[in-house]
């Protein structure tokens, strides 16, 4: 089934050139089923990219998905033209009244700021309580990972000696859980962070559990065992030119950064760079969208939230 998205955002050209099903919705208005309702937060300043790498992973399930785009109020945006995030955003004070299957929070390029210095937090951190009554499950990436992990349960972020940037291998730690099924043992995904949550502060934590780890990149998937968010250290999202971007945009800068590990050929940057977490990362997004989301939230969204009677984890 497709991801709904309007005809006119910039993404719908570009996925239906890589054959991702999408759907206008006008069509999807037509049919007789109830789609999955799913908000992503985008706090990244290229938008547009992430929008595309996003819609593109939630396009790849048999699940019908209507997507709410949603960009902070208190903040800014210098990358993103005005017009396009008029057109196809909204604010949280529209939509707090709504409730959502899902909430996506993206990463964002403040993560060596102390969190309450973000100009958004704490817009972000009403979101994110919102989300507790509003929303049957959310998936935090990156950065957004780190600020849900901080605001509900104080674990503190670390700054690391030199950026952890490039494609590392991580280990499936509990096969069973529903969201790490049909992972291999040993499977790759992209990090790009100055900054890191320890092992030793969530396992203080009793209504969490570490699903993934790397021994290079440390920990990658943490989730809730009530099952309602998922914290992702990461960035599966991340298409096949992403890590470059990043890395010729220091580059041209002039700013101190090592290529990205494990990604070029040879770790030639002249070489084009191959994907190799692209199964993982569709994987990642369909048994969230599946387990967590439409096999749990209930057919009338005002029910939410709907209590597990047991833990997921």
């Keep these: 089934m497709p991801v709904k998205i309007p005809s006119t ?3 719908r050209s570009t996925l239906e050139s890589e054959n991702v099903f999408v759907m206008g919705e006008e069509r999807a208005e037509s049919q007789d089923i109830r789609t999955l309702n799913v908000a992503i ?3 990244m300043p290229t938008k547009i990219a ?5 819609l593109r992973l939630l396009g790849n399930s048999s699940l019908q998905v209507d997507i709410t785009l949603l960009h ?3 903040h800014e945006s210098k990358n993103t033209d005005a017009d396009h995030l008029l057109n196809h955003y909204a604010t949280f004070e529209e939509i707090k009244d709504r409730k959502f299957d899902g909430l996506i929070v993206t990463g964002a390029p403040v993560e060596q700021m102390k969190f309450e210095d973000v100009d958004y937090w704490p817009e972000l951190t009403k979101i994110i309580d919102w989300a507790e009554t509003n929303v049957e499950s959310a998936f935090y990436i990156c950065w957004g990972a780190q600020a849900a992990l901080y605001h509900m349960y104080g674990i503190p972020k ?3 000696p030199q950026k952890m940037f490039g494609v590392f291998e991580h280990q499936n730690l509990a096969p069973k859980e529903k969201l790490m099924r049909g992972f291999d043992d040993v499977f790759l995904a992209p990090h790009s962070r100055h900054t890191e949550i320890r092992r030793s502060d969530i396992d203080k934590v009793d209504g969490l559990n570490i699903l993934a780890e790397s021994d290079e990149a440390g920990v990658y998937i943490v989730g809730a065992k009530d099952g309602r968010h998922l914290f992702i250290t990461g960035h599966s999202e991340y298409d096949q ?3 470059k971007s990043e890395y010729d945009r220091d580059v041209n800068k002039g700013l101190p950064i090592n290529i990205p590990k494990n990604y070029y050929p040879k770790n030639d940057p002249s070489r084009e760079p191959m994907v190799l977490w692209r199964g993982h990362a569709n994987l990642l997004f369909a048994n969230w969208l599946n387990y967590y989301v439409y096999q749990i939230t209930p057919y009338d969204l005002n029910q939410i939230p709907v209590k597990s009677s047991g833990d997921n984890f």
């Design 9 to 11: 955002l910039p993404a």
């Design 41 to 43: 937060l985008n706090l």
């Design 50 to 54: 992430t929008e595309t790498q996003l």
């Design 72 to 74: 902070t109020e208190t």
């Design 158 to 160: 670390y700054q690391l």
């Design 241 to 243: 030119a992403t890590l």
